[in-house]
């Protein structure tokens, strides 16, 4: 059975940063890429994420290009995202999945299994 589960979420004020953790289980975690996902109120679910499975290949979302690194340790079974120079409009629930084979995708449906989710919110 596969399990991610996220850590290291809360509220930090704008400009702060934080750390988010997701542990794997239950899958040979270095052969699939990682992806970070984020979902506001009323939102649908967007990419922000990923990284490919041998830690050489990272993309991002736009709106959080130069603030958020991915990264992950095949040894720790974990992927992290470290935020940065957080704003408001970076509040939501963020969520970690592991992609369907070794390379990287920005779409959920490329994404098979999901954590449940660590909220993040982000006061002005």
């Known amino acids: 059975q596969v399990q991610l589960v996220e850590s290291g979420g809360g509220l930090v004020q704008a400009g702060g940063s934080l750390r988010l953790s997701c542990a794997v289980s239950?899958?040979?975690?270095?052969?699939?890429?990682m992806g970070w996902f984020r979902q506001a109120p009323g939102k649908e679910r967007e990419f922000v994420a990923t990284?490919?499975?041998?830690?050489?290949?990272?993309y991002y979302a736009d709106s959080v290009k130069g603030r958020f690194t991915i990264s992950r340790d095949n040894a720790k079974n974990t992927v992290y995202l470290q935020m940065n120079s957080l704003k408001p409009e970076d509040t939501a629930v963020y969520y970690c999945?592991?992609?369907?084979?070794?390379?990287?995708?920005?779409?959920?449906?490329?994404?098979?299994?999901w954590g449940q989710g660590t909220q993040v919110t982000v006061s002005s």
């Open positions: 999945a592991t992609s369907r084979g070794p390379l990287t995708g920005t779409r959920t449906h490329e994404y098979d299994y």
């Open positions: 239950g899958r040979t975690f270095s052969n699939y890429a």
């Open positions: 990284i490919r499975w041998s830690a050489g290949n990272t």
